[in-house]
């Protein structure tokens, strides 16, 4: 059971990154995702949330109309589309897999069960 993210990096502001989470079968199926995020000295942040289906999805206030959340159920795969990125956006993201209800967003961390290594995003102003 491993969740494995990458696509972080170092970008300027206004710039665009893709993060992906590539999950075993296990952890996948059947599971909601969501993607976190931690900064320096501050709290976990809930990002986005994507239900099994596609048909649930949350986004923070903070990031909304700029990052896209996506899955690929085929590929065991899930995305974040960060566009138009500020410095406010530099943290450790992590995906995470939420296998207890499907079919909804858990918006806690507590509540996701599997977590991947995190990946360095890094916006310069």
């Known amino acids: 059971v491993q969740l494995q993210a990458s696509g972080g990096g170092l970008v300027q502001a206004g710039g665009s990154l893709r993060l992906s989470c590539a999950a075993s079968?296990?952890?996948?199926?059947?599971?909601?995702m969501g993607w976190f995020r931690q900064a320096p000295g501050k709290e976990r942040e809930l990002v986005a949330a994507?239900?099994?289906?596609?048909?649930?999805?949350y986004y923070g206030d903070s990031v909304k109309g700029r990052f896209t959340i996506s899955r690929d159920n085929a590929k065991n795969t899930v995305y974040l589309q960060m566009n138009s990125l500020k410095p406010e956006d530099t943290a450790v993201y992590y995906c995470?897999?939420?296998?207890?209800?499907?079919?909804?967003?858990?918006?806690?961390?507590?509540?996701?069960?599997?977590w991947g290594q995190g990946t360095q995003v890094t916006v310069s102003s």
């Open positions: 995470a897999a939420d296998p207890n209800y499907p079919q909804t967003v858990a918006l806690v961390y507590y509540e996701y069960d599997y």
């Open positions: 079968g296990r952890t996948f199926s059947g599971a909601a």
């Open positions: 994507i239900s099994w289906s596609g048909g649930s999805i």
